[in-house]
């Protein structure tokens, strides 16, 4: 919920606002991602006895790239560096499940993998919130 009060031409103040911070939103938003990367495998019938550990993986992958995504994007306000380090912690990521998988799997682990990345990249730069920062005491 916003509720805006124009003091003038181009000033505007913003109350009840809510802001996630970047690792916060990209735990939600890599953790949607990464479930919606294990159900896709309901496409592939050769996956039905596994897809239980498959939607497990990419789900913790999810989580685990968005958080570390996200904390990156707090420290680093860059775009372009934002989207590369989600591909690459992406990958290293999809790296670890294709050597639980196995190496027939590779394209179809890595590149899902590394769009998550991208877009949880993309997402904690551009509508993450800034850490709060501790109350005064």
Sequence with gaps: MRSEIALGPDARTVENSMSLTKPMLGLAVGG????????????EPSLSPLMGSVIAFSLLKGLIAGVAIGYFSQKVHSMLFGILAGAV?????????????????FWDILLPGMLLGIIVGVCTQKFGGKQAAPPAA
């Design 89 to 105: 912690i992406a990958a290293v990521l999809s790296l670890l499940v294709i050597l639980h998988a196995g190496r027939a799997l």
């Design 32 to 43: 949607t991602l990464g479930l919606l990367d294990g159900l896709s495998g309901f496409l």
